[in-house]
Protein backbone atom coordinates (compact mmCIF):
# COMPACT_ATOMS: atom_id res chain seq x y z
CA UNK A 1 0.00 0.00 0.00
CA UNK A 2 1.44 3.28 -0.32
CA UNK A 3 1.98 5.86 2.08
CA UNK A 4 -0.67 8.19 0.21
CA UNK A 5 -2.97 5.73 0.92
CA UNK A 6 -2.21 4.45 4.53
CA UNK A 7 -1.98 8.54 5.47
CA UNK A 8 -5.96 8.78 4.24
CA UNK A 9 -6.27 5.81 6.63
CA UNK A 10 -4.47 6.98 9.47
CA UNK A 11 -6.82 10.39 9.09
CA UNK A 12 -10.11 8.53 8.48
CA UNK A 13 -9.50 7.14 11.87
CA UNK A 14 -8.79 9.87 13.68
CA UNK A 15 -12.52 10.97 14.63
CA UNK A 16 -11.72 14.94 15.19
CA UNK A 17 -9.81 15.65 12.05
CA UNK A 18 -12.67 13.82 9.77
CA UNK A 19 -14.67 16.02 11.56
CA UNK A 20 -12.90 18.86 11.02
CA UNK A 21 -11.98 18.09 7.87
CA UNK A 22 -16.22 17.94 7.12
CA UNK A 23 -17.31 21.73 8.94
CA UNK A 24 -14.12 22.94 6.23
CA UNK A 25 -16.28 21.10 3.27
CA UNK A 26 -19.52 22.53 4.68
CA UNK A 27 -18.19 25.87 4.88
CA UNK A 28 -16.22 25.97 1.67
CA UNK A 29 -19.80 24.90 0.35
CA UNK A 30 -21.78 27.66 2.24
CA UNK A 31 -19.30 30.27 1.52
CA UNK A 32 -19.67 28.95 -2.32
CA UNK A 33 -23.60 28.49 -2.79
CA UNK A 34 -24.85 30.47 0.00
CA UNK A 35 -24.16 34.15 -1.33
CA UNK A 36 -26.34 32.79 -4.61
CA UNK A 37 -29.34 32.59 -2.45
CA UNK A 38 -28.70 35.58 0.10
CA UNK A 39 -30.34 38.68 -0.01
CA UNK A 40 -27.86 42.34 -1.09
CA UNK A 41 -25.34 41.89 1.58
CA UNK A 42 -24.90 45.97 0.54
CA UNK A 43 -28.57 46.72 0.77
CA UNK A 44 -30.04 49.33 3.65
CA UNK A 45 -33.31 48.95 3.02
CA UNK A 46 -34.86 50.67 5.60
CA UNK A 47 -32.03 52.19 7.75
CA UNK A 48 -34.44 53.62 10.32
CA UNK A 49 -37.32 51.20 11.27
CA UNK A 50 -35.14 47.86 10.34
CA UNK A 51 -32.04 48.78 11.99
CA UNK A 52 -30.96 46.15 15.10
CA UNK A 53 -33.72 43.99 14.46
CA UNK A 54 -33.83 40.58 15.95
CA UNK A 55 -34.02 37.10 14.37
CA UNK A 56 -36.80 36.60 12.56
CA UNK A 57 -38.46 34.95 9.30
CA UNK A 58 -37.50 37.87 6.99
CA UNK A 59 -34.12 37.94 8.66
CA UNK A 60 -32.44 34.68 10.20
CA UNK A 61 -29.68 36.25 12.03
CA UNK A 62 -31.33 39.75 12.35
CA UNK A 63 -29.96 42.94 11.00
CA UNK A 64 -27.36 45.25 12.23
CA UNK A 65 -27.16 49.20 12.79
CA UNK A 66 -27.32 50.06 9.00
CA UNK A 67 -30.51 47.27 8.20
CA UNK A 68 -27.90 45.19 6.57
CA UNK A 69 -29.31 41.36 6.44
CA UNK A 70 -26.27 39.53 8.84
CA UNK A 71 -26.50 36.48 7.12
CA UNK A 72 -25.68 37.76 4.01
CA UNK A 73 -23.09 39.28 5.28
CA UNK A 74 -22.16 36.72 7.51
CA UNK A 75 -22.31 33.76 4.20
CA UNK A 76 -20.11 36.74 2.17
CA UNK A 77 -17.80 37.38 4.60
CA UNK A 78 -16.92 33.43 4.91
CA UNK A 79 -16.16 33.70 1.07
CA UNK A 80 -13.59 36.67 1.55
CA UNK A 81 -12.07 34.74 4.96
CA UNK A 82 -11.60 31.41 2.77
CA UNK A 83 -10.31 33.01 -0.13
CA UNK A 84 -7.63 34.77 2.09
CA UNK A 85 -6.78 32.74 4.13
CA UNK A 86 -6.39 29.56 1.52
CA UNK A 87 -4.97 32.02 -1.30
CA UNK A 88 -2.24 33.57 0.92
CA UNK A 89 -1.30 29.67 2.94
CA UNK A 90 -0.77 28.56 -0.86
CA UNK A 91 1.50 31.16 -1.69
CA UNK A 92 3.43 31.54 1.67
CA UNK A 93 4.09 27.83 1.27
CA UNK A 94 5.07 28.26 -2.14
CA UNK A 95 7.69 30.77 -1.34
CA UNK A 96 9.06 29.13 0.84
CA UNK A 97 9.18 25.25 -0.09
CA UNK A 98 11.21 27.60 -3.62
CA UNK A 99 13.16 28.73 -0.96
CA UNK A 100 14.08 26.12 1.32
CA UNK A 101 14.96 24.21 -1.36
CA UNK A 102 17.33 26.70 -2.76
CA UNK A 103 19.04 27.00 0.68
CA UNK A 104 19.57 23.24 1.05
CA UNK A 105 20.67 22.77 -2.30
CA UNK A 106 23.03 25.64 -3.70
CA UNK A 107 25.76 25.76 -1.29
CA UNK A 108 26.90 26.79 1.68
CA UNK A 109 27.23 30.76 1.20
CA UNK A 110 23.78 30.72 -0.48
CA UNK A 111 22.33 28.96 2.00
CA UNK A 112 24.06 31.49 4.51
CA UNK A 113 22.68 33.99 2.83
CA UNK A 114 18.95 33.32 2.35
CA UNK A 115 18.55 31.58 6.13
CA UNK A 116 20.31 35.18 7.33
CA UNK A 117 17.33 37.30 5.67
CA UNK A 118 14.77 34.66 6.83
CA UNK A 119 16.36 35.24 10.60
CA UNK A 120 15.96 38.99 10.02
CA UNK A 121 12.23 38.60 9.10
CA UNK A 122 11.40 36.14 11.59
CA UNK A 123 12.25 38.79 14.27
CA UNK A 124 10.44 41.49 12.72
CA UNK A 125 7.27 41.84 14.32
CA UNK A 126 4.62 40.67 11.12
CA UNK A 127 1.44 42.21 12.65
CA UNK A 128 3.52 45.58 12.81
CA UNK A 129 4.82 45.09 9.37
CA UNK A 130 0.87 44.70 8.12
CA UNK A 131 -0.31 47.89 9.78
CA UNK A 132 2.80 49.69 8.27
CA UNK A 133 1.71 48.65 5.03
CA UNK A 134 -1.76 48.89 5.23
CA UNK A 135 -1.64 52.45 6.52
CA UNK A 136 -0.27 53.98 4.11
CA UNK A 137 -1.99 51.87 0.96
CA UNK A 138 -5.82 52.82 1.49
CA UNK A 139 -8.83 50.55 0.08
CA UNK A 140 -5.83 47.81 -0.89
CA UNK A 141 -7.75 45.01 -3.01
CA UNK A 142 -8.40 41.11 -1.74
CA UNK A 143 -5.59 40.03 -4.09
CA UNK A 144 -3.03 42.37 -2.36
CA UNK A 145 -4.44 41.48 1.35
CA UNK A 146 -3.48 37.63 -0.10
CA UNK A 147 -0.20 38.72 -1.46
CA UNK A 148 0.92 40.86 1.64
CA UNK A 149 0.09 38.32 4.00
CA UNK A 150 1.64 35.69 1.77
CA UNK A 151 4.95 37.73 1.56
CA UNK A 152 4.53 37.88 5.27
CA UNK A 153 4.24 34.52 6.54
CA UNK A 154 6.69 31.73 4.16
CA UNK A 155 9.77 32.25 6.57
CA UNK A 156 8.93 29.40 8.78
CA UNK A 157 8.31 26.96 6.32
CA UNK A 158 11.62 27.71 4.09
CA UNK A 159 13.11 26.51 7.46
CA UNK A 160 11.14 23.27 7.48
CA UNK A 161 11.88 22.54 3.85
CA UNK A 162 15.74 23.37 4.15
CA UNK A 163 15.82 20.79 7.48
CA UNK A 164 14.32 18.23 5.02
CA UNK A 165 16.13 19.00 1.94
CA UNK A 166 19.60 18.83 4.03
CA UNK A 167 18.62 15.62 5.72
CA UNK A 168 17.76 13.70 2.21
CA UNK A 169 20.31 15.21 0.00
CA UNK A 170 23.24 12.86 0.86
CA UNK A 171 20.31 9.78 1.17
CA UNK A 172 21.46 6.31 -0.44
CA UNK A 173 18.36 6.73 -3.01
CA UNK A 174 19.86 10.48 -4.09
CA UNK A 175 23.47 9.68 -4.36
CA UNK A 176 22.53 6.59 -6.41
CA UNK A 177 20.59 9.04 -8.83
CA UNK A 178 23.25 11.31 -9.24
CA UNK A 179 24.91 8.49 -10.25
CA UNK A 180 22.92 7.42 -12.19
CA UNK A 181 23.36 10.78 -14.06
CA UNK A 182 19.78 12.06 -13.42
CA UNK A 183 19.96 15.48 -13.95
CA UNK A 184 19.62 17.96 -10.68
CA UNK A 185 16.21 18.72 -11.57
CA UNK A 186 14.78 15.39 -12.18
CA UNK A 187 16.12 14.85 -8.54
CA UNK A 188 14.14 17.44 -7.21
CA UNK A 189 11.14 16.51 -8.83
CA UNK A 190 11.07 12.73 -8.10
CA UNK A 191 13.30 12.56 -5.48
CA UNK A 192 12.95 15.54 -2.84
CA UNK A 193 9.70 17.20 -3.68
CA UNK A 194 7.60 13.80 -2.26
CA UNK A 195 9.70 13.90 0.62
CA UNK A 196 9.13 17.12 1.56
CA UNK A 197 5.40 17.24 0.76
CA UNK A 198 4.37 16.64 3.96
CA UNK A 199 5.54 19.19 6.62
CA UNK A 200 4.73 21.62 3.69
CA UNK A 201 1.36 20.26 3.34
CA UNK A 202 0.86 20.18 7.30
CA UNK A 203 2.40 23.82 7.22
CA UNK A 204 -0.06 25.27 5.17
CA UNK A 205 -2.93 23.62 6.53
CA UNK A 206 -2.16 24.84 10.33
CA UNK A 207 -1.42 28.51 8.57
CA UNK A 208 -4.97 28.75 7.50
CA UNK A 209 -6.53 29.60 10.21
CA UNK A 210 -3.49 31.64 11.58
CA UNK A 211 -4.68 33.81 8.34
CA UNK A 212 -8.19 33.46 8.80
CA UNK A 213 -7.63 35.16 12.27
CA UNK A 214 -4.67 37.63 10.96
CA UNK A 215 -7.52 39.01 8.47
CA UNK A 216 -10.31 39.30 10.42
CA UNK A 217 -7.77 41.75 12.98
CA UNK A 218 -6.85 43.67 10.36
CA UNK A 219 -10.45 44.00 9.48
CA UNK A 220 -11.67 44.87 12.61
CA UNK A 221 -9.33 47.70 12.97
CA UNK A 222 -10.45 49.18 9.80
CA UNK A 223 -7.29 47.88 7.61
CA UNK A 224 -7.48 45.21 4.66
CA UNK A 225 -10.22 44.34 3.06
CA UNK A 226 -11.82 47.66 3.56
CA UNK A 227 -16.03 47.96 3.73
CA UNK A 228 -18.34 47.68 2.43
CA UNK A 229 -17.24 44.42 1.45
CA UNK A 230 -18.35 42.31 4.23
CA UNK A 231 -15.93 40.06 6.22
CA UNK A 232 -16.02 38.68 9.72
CA UNK A 233 -13.57 41.61 11.21
CA UNK A 234 -15.77 44.55 10.17
CA UNK A 235 -18.79 42.78 10.67
CA UNK A 236 -18.04 42.30 14.46
CA UNK A 237 -16.25 46.28 14.46
CA UNK A 238 -20.14 47.04 13.36
CA UNK A 239 -21.42 45.07 16.09
CA UNK A 240 -19.31 46.10 18.78
CA UNK A 241 -21.33 49.56 19.90
CA UNK A 242 -24.65 47.61 19.83
CA UNK A 243 -23.10 44.35 21.58
CA UNK A 244 -25.56 44.20 24.63
CA UNK A 245 -28.63 45.65 22.90
CA UNK A 246 -28.16 43.51 19.63
CA UNK A 247 -25.38 40.90 20.05
CA UNK A 248 -26.44 38.82 17.28
CA UNK A 249 -24.33 41.76 14.49
CA UNK A 250 -20.83 40.32 16.27
CA UNK A 251 -22.25 37.05 17.21
CA UNK A 252 -22.33 35.64 13.88
CA UNK A 253 -19.26 36.40 12.64
CA UNK A 254 -17.87 34.98 15.75
CA UNK A 255 -19.10 32.54 16.15
CA UNK A 256 -18.54 31.71 12.47
CA UNK A 257 -14.60 32.40 12.38
CA UNK A 258 -14.05 30.56 15.81
CA UNK A 259 -15.85 27.45 13.66
CA UNK A 260 -13.69 27.91 10.81
CA UNK A 261 -10.79 28.31 12.94
CA UNK A 262 -11.47 25.14 15.16
CA UNK A 263 -12.40 23.16 12.15
CA UNK A 264 -9.01 23.65 9.85
CA UNK A 265 -7.16 23.21 13.46
CA UNK A 266 -8.61 20.20 13.50
CA UNK A 267 -8.24 18.72 10.69
CA UNK A 268 -4.04 20.14 10.22
CA UNK A 269 -3.65 18.15 13.54
CA UNK A 270 -4.98 15.09 12.08
CA UNK A 271 -2.82 15.60 8.91
CA UNK A 272 0.33 15.67 10.64
CA UNK A 273 -0.67 12.67 12.21
CA UNK A 274 -1.54 11.10 9.28
CA UNK A 275 1.78 11.97 7.41
CA UNK A 276 4.01 11.17 10.12
CA UNK A 277 5.72 8.80 8.67
CA UNK A 278 6.07 7.25 12.35
CA UNK A 279 2.81 6.46 13.04
CA UNK A 280 1.35 3.06 12.81
CA UNK A 281 -0.54 2.14 9.91
Given at each position: ??????????FARNRPAVRGAALVALLALAALVGPLFAADPLAQPDPVRLQDRPPSADHLMGTDPFSRDVLSRTLHGARVSLVVGVGA????????????????????????????????????????????????WDNAPAAAVVGLIAA??????SRI????????????FVVAARALGE??????????????AAPVIVSASLDVGNI??????????????????PTWGNMIMDGKD???????????????????VVAFNLAADGLRDALDPRAAA
Open positions: MSPWRLAARRALLAVTLGAGVGLVAGLAGRRTDQLLMRGVDVALALPRILLLLAVFAVTGWFQTVRAAVLSLREADPGWGIVRRHLLPHVILLEAGLSYLGLGVRPPTVLLSAPWVALAPGLALVVT
